[in-house]
C-alpha cells in the first residue's frame, strides 16, 4: 500500500515541479490577494462626506456640527439650505450623511426641545453603520456636556457630594484593543484563501488528468481509489501548507499582526485544515464532467462558506437551519482554530471540539471521494 501510494506521490511532484509558472502562480496569488485585503478592506468607515442644512446659524448648532466632524467620522463638503437639498445631495452621490437642524437650535437646546435629523444613505451597508453608531454616540455625548453645562450654570453641579457623572463605564476590549481590521480580518482571511485554492488546485488538476486520459492510465496499475486520493492529497497539501505560513509571514511581519498562540500547534492544525480543503477537492471533481464544472463548483462552495462560516457575517444570527448546513465548509471549522491561536493565544484544549471536527471532516469526505470515485468508475 504504501509503495503504492509512494509511486502516486512521486508522480505528482514531478509534475507539479515541471510546471514551474503554474507553481509560480499558486505560490503567489494567495500573498497578491492578502495584499490586496490587507489595503483594500476597512469595515469601518471614516471621513464619510457630510452635508449640512443649518437653519440656526447659531452657536449651538455650530457646536452641534463642530462635534461631528470632530469624531473623525463625519467630513463637511458643503452647506445647503434645507432637507430636501440634503437628499438630493445624497441622491447625486455628493455626500453619504447629511445633517439638518431646525431655527432657534440654541433656544430648544436651552429647553431640552432640540432634535437633529440626520440622514444617512442605506445603499452603503458598511458606511451607513459606521455613520449610524457614530451619529448615535456623537449626540449622546453632545447631550451629556450640555446638561452637565445647564446645571453647572443652574448652580446644580456646585452642591457638595452631587455627580453628575454618576455611572463610568470603563471597556477593554481583549486582543484587539485599536479595533483594527486587519488584526480581525487576518486569521479569517488565511482560511478563506487557502479553502479556495486548495479546493481549486486539487479539483481542477484531477479533473484535467481526467480529460487528458492520465487517469485511465493510473486505473490499470494495482492502486486503489483511497490510495490514489491520498496520493495525489499529500502533494497539494504540501503547496498549501506553504501558502498558509507565507500568508501568514506577510501578515506578522508585514502588516504587524501579533501571533500570540503556539506557532507549532498552528502548523499542525493548518495541515489538518489544508487536507480538508483537499478533501472537499477531491469531492467536488468526483462530481464534475469537466473543468468549467470544476470552476463553477469552487466558486459556488467558496461562496457559501465565506457568508456561512462567520467570516464576514456572525453565525448566532442565522437561521438554525443554515447555521447546520454552514458545518459542511471546513472554513466554519477552521475560523475559531485561526482566530484562537493567532489572537487569543488559547491552546488545543480550549479548541477541542473544532479540532475533533476537522478530523472526522477529513477522514469522511476523503471516504466519500473515493467511494465517488470507485461508483463513477464502475
Known amino acids: ?139 449622546q455625548a453632545h447631550s451629556a456636556k450640555v446638561l452637565i453645562r445647564q446645571l453647572q450654570r443652574s448652580g446644580l453641579g456646585q452642591i457638595a457630594g452631587l455627580n453628575l457623572v454618576p455611572l463610568e463605564a470603563r471597556v477593554r476590549i481583549l486582543y484587539n484593543p485599536n479595533l483594527a481590521d486587519l488584526v480581525f480580518l487576518l486569521p479569517s482571511m488565511l482560511a478563506m484563501i487557502i479553502q479556495t485554492h486548495t479546493m481549486a488546485m486539487i479539483a481542477t488538476a484531477i479533473v484535467r488528468e481526467r480529460e487528458t486520459g492520465t487517469i485511465e492510465q493510473l486505473l490499470v496499475t494495482p492502486i486503489r481509489p483511497l490510495e490514489l486520493m491520498i496520493g495525489k ?22 502588516f504587524g499582526v501579533p501571533f500570540r498562540g503556539d506557532f507549532g500547534l498552528f502548523i499542525r492544525l493548518s495541515l489538518l485544515y489544508v487536507g480538508a480543503g483537499l478533501s472537499l477537492g477531491l469531492l467536488i471533481s468526483t462530481i464534475s464532467q469537466n473543468q468549467n464544472q470544476t470552476i463553477q463548483l469552487v466558486m459556488v462552495f467558496a461562496l457559501l462558506g465565506v457568508v456561512l462560516s462567520g467570516f464576514m457575517f456572525p453565525r448566532e444570527g442565522m437561521p438554525p437551519a443554515l447555521q447546520v448546513l454552514s458545518y459542511l465548509f471546513p472554513l466554519t471549522h477552521f475560523i475559531p482554530v485561526s482566530r484562537g491561536i493567532v489572537l487569543k493565544g488559547v491552546g488545543a484544549e480550549q479548541l477541542g471540539g473544532q479540532i475533533t471536527a476537522l478530523i472526522l471532516y477529513v477522514f469522511c469526505v476523503v471516504l466519500l471521494a473515493s467511494l465517488a470515485f470507485r461508483q463513477r468508475l464502475d
Open 1 to 139: 500500500m504504501l509503495l503504492r501510494i509512494w509511486a502516486v506521490l512521486s508522480k505528482e511532484f514531478v509534475q507539479i515541479v515541471r510546471d514551474k509558472r503554474t507553481l509560480m502562480v499558486l505560490l503567489a496569488v494567495p500573498l497578491i490577494q492578502l495584499l490586496l485585503f490587507g489595503f483594500a478592506v476597512h469595515m469601518t468607515v471614516e471621513h464619510i462626506p457630510t452635508v449640512v442644512a443649518d437653519a440656526s446659524l447659531d452657536a449651538a448648532s455650530r457646536a452641534f456640527v463642530e462635534a461631528m466632524v470632530a469624531s473623525g467620522f463625519f467630513d463637511v463638503v458643503a452647506y445647503v439650505p434645507d432637507e430636501r437639498a440634503v437628499i438630493e445631495a445624497i441622491d447625486r452621490n455628493e455626500a453619504q450623511v447629511g445633517v439638518v437642524l431646525p431655527p432657534r437650535f440654541a433656544a430648544q437646546e436651552q429647553r431640552g426641545e432640540a432634535e437633529a435629523l440626520i440622514l444617512i444613505d442605506g445603499a452603503d451597508m458598511f458606511t451607513a453603520r459606521s455613520a449610524y453608531d457614530a451619529a448615535t454616540a456623537v449626540a
Open 233 to 254: 492529497i499529500a502533494p497539494n497539501a504540501l503547496i498549501g501548507l506553504i501558502n498558509m505560513l507565507s500568508i501568514l509571514a506577510l501578515g506578522v511581519y508585514g
